[in-house]
C-alpha cells in the first residue's frame, strides 16, 4: 500500500525548519490544542516529547522517513511535504490510508458511532470489512479503549476493555480534516511494512525518524508485554545496525529507545540526549513512575 513517487526529475524541494524551528517549539509544547495532532492515542506516542526532538531536526532536510509511525506525532509536527511512513501495524496503515483517500466518509461513520459500553463492545466485537468504515471503527475504538492501548488476541481480534470515556474524543473532526490533507499529500506514502523495506529509499540529506517499540526486559518502562512479543533484540540490533548504514550514508538520523546500557553500546557512535517520561501504561498506577528514555542523533546539536 503506498502512493506518491520518490523520484522526481528536477532537484526536490527541501524542507527548511530553521526558519520556523521557534514555531514549531511553540507548536509542540501546545500539542493538545495544535492542529494537526495526533488524532490516535498510541504506547509510546512522542505526542508529550516533541519539545525534546525540535532543537535536535536537521535545519534543511530532503525526504523524511518515519518507519515506526504510531499516532505519527514527529510527523504531524513537521508536516513535510515528501514523506516515507510506515508500521508493521496494518490497521493502524489501513486507518491512515482510508482517512487520507476518503477524509468525509470516515467521519460520516464515525458520527454514527455513540460513545457508551454497549456500542463499544457491538463494534468491538463485529468489526466491518468495508476500509472506511473500519477505520472510523479503529477510531472510536481506540478512543473508547481502556488506555488507548492496542492489544489483540491470538487470533488477530482487538481485546481491550471499554475505557469510559470522559467525553466522545472521536468528534475532533476539523483537526481529523487536517491530518487527512497531511497525509494525501502526492509524495507522501504509507506503507505496512517492516522499518527497514521503508528506509531502503533513504538517501543523502534525506531525515529518517526512528522511535521503535523500546528494549524493556532490563528496564521496565510499562509495557513489556506489548513491546516483547514484538519488537526483539535481534530487532533492536537489527534497527541499530540499519541507522548506522544510513548515517555512514550522509542520513540524518534521530533515533529513541530506553536508556539501558545494552542499547547504549548499540548507538555507541551517536550523540546522546537523556530525557525523562512518566510512564502510563501499567495497570497498577502505583507501579507508574519517570522513565529515562534516550534521543540518539546522527550528528551533533
Ligand atoms: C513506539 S511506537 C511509535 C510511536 C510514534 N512515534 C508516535 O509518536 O506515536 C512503535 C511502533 O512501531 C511499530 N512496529 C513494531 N515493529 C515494527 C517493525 N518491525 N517495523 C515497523 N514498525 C514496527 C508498532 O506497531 C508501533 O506503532
Known sequence: MSRGNNSCGATPPQSDVQENRN?????????????????LRWAG???????????????RYGRYFEPFLGSGALFFLLEP??????????????????????PGLVIRHLRGLRVNKETYYAVRGNRSRGPYKRAAEFIYLNKACWNGLYR????????????????????????????????ARRAVTIANADFEHVLESATEGDFVFLDPPYVTRHNNNGFIDYNERLFSWADQ??????????????VHVLA?????????????????????????LAA?????????????SSRPR
Open 237 to 250: 540490533r537489527r534497527l541499530a545496525a540499519t541507522a548506522q548504514r544510513l548515517r555512514n550514508n550522509g
Open 23 to 39: 514555531e514549531l517549539l511553540d507548536r509542540a509544547r501546545r500539542i493538545g490544542s495544535a492542529t494537526p495532532r495526533p488524532f
Open 45 to 59: 506516542s512522542k505526542r508529550a516529547h516533541l519539545h525534546h526532538l525540535v532543537d535536535l531536526i536537521p535545519s
Open 81 to 102: 511535504t515528501r514523506a516515507s511512513l510506515g508500521d508493521a501495524c496494518s490497521e493502524l496503515t489501513a486507518t491512515y490510508e482510508a482517512l487520507s483517500q476518503n
Open 284 to 296: 497498577d498506577t502505583r507501579k507508574r513512575g519517570m522513565v529515562r528514555e534516550m534521543i540518539f
Open 152 to 183: 489483540v488476541n491470538a487470533s488477530g481480534e482487538f481485546n481491550v476493555p471499554y475505557g469510559r470515556p470522559k467525553k466522545n474524543q472521536s468528534e475532533d473532526y476539523p483537526n481529523l480534516r487536517e491530518c487527512a490533507s497531511k497525509l
Open 256 to 280: 529513541t529507545n530506553a536508556a539501558h546500557k545494552d542499547v547504549l553500546k548499540l548507538y555507541r557512535n551517536f550523540d546522546k540526549y537523556p530525557f525523562d517520561r512518566r510512564s502510563t
